[in-house]
């Protein structure tokens, strides 16, 4: 799952709006984040196959660092622990902005779930993989995605309120954004063709998006 793992970044506004957007952004594609690095370095592998399902080039065969149940749990609470610590100004609940920013980070393993096919180990490289494979219908896939970024944006602007122009418009134009590049991702060619060039896409993206969050998030209040 790509662009839908923001459909919880942008819910979780609600839970605590003190928590940044930007934050939220990298901590729902975190165990991605990690993955594609420790791809350039050999630790993780996928390969590039064309149509290895109808949404998706990429065959994701060693990922039990990022992408085991387990691991995922490892990181939300590193996550947890790494902002209930961190030294801030800010009067907000750093307890409770810990647990929102943890939440994020192992969501992705089940909104991966969904839409994976069995690559998904419950711990290390466990031979128990699971996923539900909606990747092999790609309509099924972008249908649901955008539900959920809808949905998520629905209760981003409920929790949040515009203090400019580019605050009152800026999220919508970037959900609709999204939607465009995830049609180009779903049901268009390869995103490169080797593996270094995809991973050093993905992340760029994962970045921009994170970047783009941020700054409209300083726009509402
Ligand atoms: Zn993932």
Redesign the pocket.
Known sequence: ?FVGHYAVSLALKRVDNHASLGMLFLAV?F??IL?FPFVLMGIEHFNIVENYTQSTHFELYFMPY??SLFASFLWAAGIYIAFRFMPSKKTANKNKIAIVMATAVLS??FF?LVVHTPDLPLFGDSSTKLGFGLWNNAIATYLLEAILLLLGLGLYLKSTKATTFVGKYGMIIFVVLMLGINAENIFGPPFGDNVVTMSVAALGLYFVFAGVAFWLDGKRN
């Open positions: 799952m594609q165990v991605d993955f990022t992408h992705h393993w991966d």
